[in-house]
């Protein structure tokens, strides 16, 4: 099997960190690519962002038509809708997969994201799956505190479980990859990672033969 990951920014050191997550996520035997998106912004936080790196994201997708399942590896899921009109295999998202996972989890989960511009972004991606009502939360790390990233990340996500009564966590970028297990013993509560939880949705689905079914294909319209 193999799995095309698409990192939507044009940053190669965060491309490598998670083509590492992926793969170390990956079942034996799965082939695991990861590339940036040619042309994209260095980093994904707008709609301008989204709309920028969609010529790169659909380059790669024409470029590796031998994938079996592809993944967005950004948990905006940047033009995710537009990758799977242009291909019948299972084009997996990294936020969605996230979310799906921390329902059979909690009653509830909240989405930690690195920077508060990004929430409203999150929010509207929430709404778009119709969990609003298992979300708990959207919350963004400290920028302003000096303390290491992953002490400004614990911090939020404690107040996400204690002051908004979250049972899971998901991590709201793919930048903190790797982070799920330790952030799980500080918390003890279950923490998603999107990039794990995307490559493993994705390896399922192409597993089964599975194919993406767009609309009005079969109906006439």
């Known amino acids: 099997m193999k799995l095309l990951v698409i990192n939507p920014n044009s940053d190669d050191s965060f491309t490598a960190l998670i083509g590492e997550a992926a793969r170390k996520a990956a079942a034996p ?10 042309g994209a912004p260095r980093f994904i936080e707008t709609h ?10 659909l380059e790669l997708l024409k470029r590796h038509t031998d994938a079996d399942a592809f993944v967005v590896a950004c948990t905006c899921d940047p033009n995710i809708d537009a990758l799977r009109e242009k291909t019948d295999k299972p084009v997996v998202g990294a936020g969605e997969a996230s979310m799906l996972f921390a329902l059979p989890l909690g009653a509830t989960f909240s989405v930690i994201q690195t920077t508060e511009g990004s ?3 999150k929010r509207e991606l929430v709404r778009k799956y119709g969990l609003q009502d298992r979300c708990a939360s959207v919350r963004a790390i400290d920028e302003k505190s000096d303390a290491p990233r992953e002490e400004k990340l614990a911090a939020a996500a404690m107040r996400a479980r204690d002051d908004d009564g979250a049972e899971v966590v998901t991590l ?3 930048g903190l990859a790797g982070l799920d297990k330790r952030l799980e013993r500080t918390l003890g509560i279950p923490v998603i ?9 994705a390896e399922a689905l192409a597993a089964r033969g599975s194919f993406t079914s767009r609309r009005g294909k079969y109906s006439g319209l």
Do not use: F, R
Request: proline content about 6%.
């Open 29 to 38: 035997g799965t082939e695991v690519l990861c590339e940036s998106a040619p």
């Open 48 to 57: 301008e962002d989204d709309i920028l790196c969609a010529p790169g994201m």
């Open 193 to 201: 990672d999107g990039i794990v939880a995307a490559v493993k949705l």
């Open 172 to 174: 709201g970028c793919a």
């Open 119 to 121: 929430v409203q972004k």
